[in-house]
Structures are given as structure tokens and as C-alpha cells.
């Protein structure tokens, strides 16, 4: 069933989106590098690398620079017109092609590259590996502000990702696996969509029951959010 939604709304995607995905095409080619596409691989369904694809928004040797692969606000890395295309999200919509090909859902836990794989507990792996990745899901609508967070949070941001941020993805990974359903599944598509219209939109308050963060990142949520957790 999922499946078949997921080609539905990958072919709808791709029909009214498409004009903005040909003008990003034609601006990337004129600007910046002059690369269109960034392909990476990331870790899919049953622990199998595959391509993923997004418009190129950062300088092709940015994995190699100072910051890695994790990017915080304002990263020097980020191209002009790449800042304008991560913050509208459509810099992801080329991964349309890739739940085309059956890489990914819409729904699911967000693909990783392997070393960020590698920092999730081998049941949290188990768990997602089963699942298989998605283009969007509660991880996402959580960390939608990650970038925020990595600036915010005040200590080095690589080891505040891959100590505090990545271990709490994990935990909301195993929390859609454990409560997968067609329902699940059209709210997040919902909210994600809602979220990008209303960056101030508390996507949180539609979710019960979700794990409870650690004290550095619940630090970093507001106290509404906050709220959310201690009524859990």
C-alpha cells in the first residue's frame, strides 16, 4: 500500500514541481560550480549503500574541508543560491527520483551516510536497516532546525552531532518503525509540507509519545516543546 502511495506522490511531485526543480537546474548550471546534481551514498534498506541525489548547495570539496559532513548555520561552504535552496528544502526534491527507483519512502528514517551510521547502536541499525529510509519522517520534523542547533548549542558542534544529535535520531527512527502506519505515514507528509510554509509551526504537538530527548537538546527546544515532553 505504501508503496503504491509512494509512486502516486513521487509522479505528482515530479508534475507540479517540476518547474521548479528545471529552474534550479538552469541556476546551478550558471552559478556557483556549475554542478547540478550532489550524489552521495547512504546507507538504504537492509544496510545496502545507494545514490542519493539533491541539488548541489555547497562546494563539491566542502566533505573534505573544515566541518565535514555535518553543516551548521552560515557554513562558508554553502553556495549563494545553495543557501536559498536548503532553506525552501529543494535542494531534497531530486530524491522524487530516487523513491521512483524504489531507494526510498516518502516516510522513514533519513538516510545517513555510513560514518553517521556507524554512531547508531547496532538494534537502532537492525531497526532502521528494516524499515528502509525515507525522504522525510519524525527525525527530520524534529532536526528541522538542526543546523540552528549545531550553532546554538555550545560546544563543538561535530561532537554535539555525533554524541547528543545522532543518538536521538536513532531513538526517533525506532519510534516511527515501532509505530508505522498509513495514517502516520499522511501526517508527517502533511506536516512536513505545513512546516515548510510555517517555519514557526510546532510539528512536535502532533506527535504523543515520542522518546524523550537528552537534557543538552531539550535544552534547545522551547518551552512549549518542552512541555510536550513532560506531559509524555
Given at each position: 500500500?505504501?508503496?503504491?502511495?509512494?509512486?502516486?506522490?513521487?509522479?505528482?511531485?515530479?508534475?507540479?514541481?517540476?518547474?521548479?526543480?528545471?529552474?534550479?537546474?538552469?541556476?546551478?548550471?550558471?552559478?556557483?560550480?556549475?554542478?547540478?546534481?550532489?550524489?552521495?551514498?547512504?546507507?538504504?534498506?537492509?544496510?545496502?549503500?545507494?545514490?542519493?541525489?539533491?541539488?548541489?548547495?555547497?562546494?563539491?570539496?566542502?566533505?573534505?574541508?573544515?566541518?565535514?559532513?555535518?553543516?551548521?548555520?552560515?557554513?562558508?561552504?554553502?553556495?549563494?543560491?545553495?543557501?536559498?535552496?536548503?532553506?525552501?528544502?529543494?535542494?531534497?526534491?531530486?530524491?522524487?527520483?530516487?523513491?521512483?527507483?524504489?531507494?526510498?519512502?516518502?516516510?522513514?528514517?533519513?538516510?545517513?551516510?555510513?560514518?553517521?551510521?556507524?554512531?547508531?547502536?547496532?538494534?537502532?541499525?537492525?531497526?532502521?536497516?528494516?524499515?528502509?529510509?525515507?525522504?522525510?519522517?519524525?527525525?527530520?520534523?524534529?532536526?528541522?532546525?538542526?543546523?540552528?542547533?549545531?550553532?546554538?548549542?555550545?560546544?563543538?558542534?561535530?561532537?554535539?552531532?555525533?554524541?547528543?544529535?545522532?543518538?536521538?535520531?536513532?531513538d526517533l527512527e525506532v519510534w516511527?518503525?515501532?509505530?508505522?502506519?498509513?495514517?502516520?505515514?499522511?501526517?508527517?507528509?502533511?506536516?512536513?509540507?505545513?512546516?515548510?510554509?510555517?517555519?514557526?509551526?510546532?510539528?512536535?504537538?502532533?506527535?504523543?509519545?515520542?522518546?524523550?530527548?537528552p537534557p543538552a537538546l531539550m535544552?534547545?527546544?522551547?518551552?512549549?516543546?518542552?512541555?510536550?515532553?513532560?506531559r509524555n
Open positions: 500500500m505504501i508503496r503504491l502511495l509512494d509512486i502516486f506522490f513521487a509522479v505528482l511531485g515530479l508534475l507540479v514541481l517540476g518547474i521548479f526543480m528545471i529552474g534550479a537546474t538552469v541556476i546551478n548550471l550558471c552559478t556557483g560550480e556549475h554542478k547540478v546534481l550532489y550524489k552521495q551514498n547512504r546507507v538504504g534498506k537492509d544496510g545496502k549503500d545507494f545514490k542519493l541525489y539533491k541539488f548541489a548547495t555547497m562546494l563539491e570539496n566542502s566533505p573534505n574541508m573544515s566541518g565535514g559532513l555535518v553543516t551548521a548555520v552560515n557554513d562558508p561552504r554553502v553556495l549563494p543560491f545553495g543557501r536559498f535552496l536548503r532553506r525552501t528544502k529543494v535542494n531534497e526534491l531530486p530524491q522524487l527520483l530516487n523513491i521512483m527507483k524504489g531507494d526510498m519512502s516518502f516516510v522513514g528514517p533519513r538516510p545517513q551516510t555510513r560514518p553517521h551510521y556507524s554512531l547508531y547502536t547496532p538494534e537502532q541499525q537492525r531497526i532502521i536497516d528494516a524499515t528502509g529510509p525515507g525522504l522525510t519522517g519524525v527525525g527530520s520534523l524534529f532536526f528541522r532546525n538542526e543546523e540552528q542547533m549545531l550553532v546554538d548549542c555550545g560546544s563543538d558542534p561535530i561532537r554535539f552531532h555525533d554524541e547528543v544529535v545522532t543518538p536521538y535520531k536513532g516511527y518503525a515501532e509505530n508505522k502506519s498509513v495514517g502516520l505515514y499522511f501526517k508527517i507528509i502533511y506536516l512536513t509540507a505545513a512546516s515548510i510554509i510555517n517555519r514557526h509551526l510546532n510539528t512536535l504537538s502532533y506527535f504523543r509519545g515520542l522518546p524523550t530527548p535544552a534547545l527546544l522551547t518551552p512549549e516543546q518542552q512541555g510536550l515532553f513532560k
